[in-house]
């Protein structure tokens, strides 16, 4: 994967401790406010399984990552679908237990089809599965930026406080972006924060938790997903869509935070790295 022009490449990971709290329309909105800002971006839909990515982009591919894996076809260019602004998307795999269980050789062999995969790109967009599952923090620990997307429920809350706990304690993952979202104001989202704060300085102390968007809840986001299309394309200037714009300026620009490693093709070479 080149960069455009000397541009960095970026990883990112959108990730959350369960499910039902929008991660995946996070990652959807973000990657198509990066693409119009003239970046090469991809979205990969790692929710292997499960996945929805296409869904909500209103796409329709007619091969996905379990025509890679099962032989069909042999290049992610095979796969890959254009969505709007010219986002590139990966698309999974959903409704098929055996995408969510791959074994080492298949896990390998979407690696290499990654790492051959030569055209120019800015950003690498990965929504993972929701929870602490093994092709979760693999992707996570091979990415650059961690964002774990949280709402303002117990659960939510509890269950991210886990994924944080289980990537830096046994995969050594210490900076996280937090994505506060479905908020009905902004004490809340600030509320949501040092509660995840105090928890983890009481007992992950070298974890460093970044807020990096408080996303309100929007009905014109809630039309937006009704649709199948990105509230960025449809309404960006509603409350949600000016959020995800402006994350994705900060992130474009490098403001979002220090990135702790990073490099064209870390991706790869840390899946690689962890024997995935």
Known sequence: MQPTRNRPFQSIAIS???GGVGKTNVAVNLSVALARLGRNVMLFDADLGLANADLMLGLRPT??????VAGRVERLEDVLIQGPDGLLLVPSASGIASMANLSPAEHLGLIRAFSSYDKPLDILVVDTAAGVHDSVTSFCKAV???FVVVCDEPASLTDAYALIKVLHQEHGVRRFRIICNMLRDSESGQRLMRKL???CANYLPDVVLEPAAMI???DKLRLAVQRRQPVVSLYPGSPSGRVFSDLARRIDAGRVGVTDVGGIGFFVERLLQQGV
């Open 16 to 18: 959350s401790g369960k």
């Open 63 to 68: 091969k996905t990552l379990h025509d890679l």
């Open 144 to 146: 650059q930026q961690v």
């Open 197 to 199: 704060s105090s928890v």
């Open 216 to 218: 309100p809840v929007d």
